[in-house]
């Protein structure tokens, strides 16, 4: 019963207390799901289903007997946000779908599992619903894999590939590096990547396994004898497929990090080493407080962010306002209660970054220092007021009005 009564209360955290079935509203209590497989199905506004069909077919069967798959749909918004479209799309089917109303939910459900364009249907099943199992669902639905699809769930898969390396559980940190001698970015990272992994094997246990996206097994051997670390070996086209696919590679070259569980550690490690390349912070785990740059904006279209713009970039500058950010930031990670809600924090200095965002947000001067809550999927923009002094209990007033549902935004157009 309290693992049942732990997934309830997480559910209501992520998808609300009530939830849409056919036209009728249900409330979620302890026994909704009844210990199924729960899938996120996403689909989105204006555009037409192509997996709906075959998802009802597989949900009355498996289901024909006892409830063993629970589908949540999450229609997001994209071209088009109107109510005609949402009943369309949730009337028909023979499963929940969080509710019209609960529009906030509904897109910050879709960045917290990094859904892209498109239909999705991710598979969860830990009392906390972080873990995704797999996450392309429709495309082993299309193949007409046998559900529930344990064999493709990524630790699975992860595990298939530290097997081909390692006989016993370690404490090796691996990246998982996807790349192809095709590819002229690819062949520029690896001096880079190498530099950087010898400086980090010197004083971490760190592995890296190539993953090719090469054409030819000649290609692929070529590329291979650029690297000094593992690779998976290019006949085995399934494993490699099925890695692409569990960590939703999408352009390469790409490093993911992961422990030997599977677990990701950094998803853009590239990145991390561009602007780290000896690896002193490696392996990059999620910081409390960001000093904004250009490889960073990307964080602010998936999260909600804490923004202290700065009158100068001069280190000295930098750690006082991290000083002042830094408690506030890690209090919130401590007693965090909705994890619906993550909230970032940066330090923006006076550069042309910074410029960007000041742009973007519709900020009408270039005041600092400024303290901003810029929360760009949802399209808002919160400002302190100004002539209020920015000190730890000034910020945390301004931060627990976000969470209270008091703060007053101004939309981002």
């Not at 085995?236 to 099925?242: A, E, G, K, M």
Request: with cysteine.
């Amino acid at each position: 019963m309290a693992a049942e009564l732990c997934l309830s209360s997480r559910l209501i955290e992520l998808l609300g207390d009530r939830l849409l079935y056919g036209s009728t509203t249900v409330e979620i209590n302890e026994s909704t799901f009844n210990g199924s497989l729960i899938a996120l199905y996403f689909v989105p506004l204006g555009n037409e289903t192509v997996h709906t069909n075959d998802l009802r077919d597989l949900y009355k069967t498996v289901n024909e007997n006892e409830k063993t798959l629970s589908i949540i749909q999450i229609c997001y918004p994209d071209t088009a946000v109107d109510r005609k479209c949402f009943d369309g799309l949730t009337n028909n089917v023979p499963w929940y779908s969080v509710l019209y109303e609960n529009v906030e939910k509904r897109i910050r459900l879709r960045h917290k599992y990094h859904v892209e364009n498109g239909e999705t249907l991710l598979i969860l099943n830990d009392n906390r619903l972080e873990k995704v199992h797999t996450r392309n669902g429709l495309k082993l639905l299309s193949c007409g894999k046998s559900f529930p699809w344990m064999e493709f769930w990524n630790e699975k898969v992860c595990q298939d590939a530290l097997k081909l390396f390692s006989k016993e559980a370690n404490d090796t940190i691996y990246g998982l590096y996807f790349s192809a001698h095709w590819c002229p970015p690819c062949k520029a990272f690896i001096p880079q990547l190498i530099h950087a992994y010898n400086s980090i094997k010197n004083k971490i246990k760190f592995e890296i396994i190539f993953i090719s996206s090469d054409r030819s097994e000649q290609s692929y051997n070529s590329h291979a004898l650029l690297m000094p670390w593992l690779s998976i070996p290019y006949t085995n086209t399934t494993l490699r497929q099925d890695l692409t696919e569990c960590f939703n590679v999408r352009g390469i070259p790409y490093l993911v990090l992961i422990d030997k569980n599977g677990n990701i550690i950094t998803e853009n490690a590239r990145a991390e080493i561009i602007e780290d390349p000896d690896g002193l912070y490696f392996p990059w785990r999620k910081r409390f407080v960001y000093s904004l740059s250009s490889r960073l904006l990307p964080k602010l279209q998936n999260y909600p962010a804490v923004v202290l713009f700065i009158e100068g970039d001069q280190e000295e500058e930098l750690e006082l306002a991290e000083g002042v950010l830094l408690p506030i930031a890690q209090q919130v990670a401590r007693t965090k209660t909705n994890a619906l809600y993550d909230l970032l924090f940066f330090i923006a200095p006076d550069d042309g970054t910074s410029d960007t965002l000041r742009h973007f947000a519709r900020l009408a001067d270039d005041a600092a220092p400024l303290l901003t809550l810029i929360d760009i999927p949802m399209a808002r923009i919160s400002v302190m007021e100004y002539g209020i002094h920015i000190t730890e209990k000034s910020i945390m007033n301004f931060v627990r009005g976000f969470f209270d549902g008091t703060m007053i935004f101004s939309p981002i157009l």
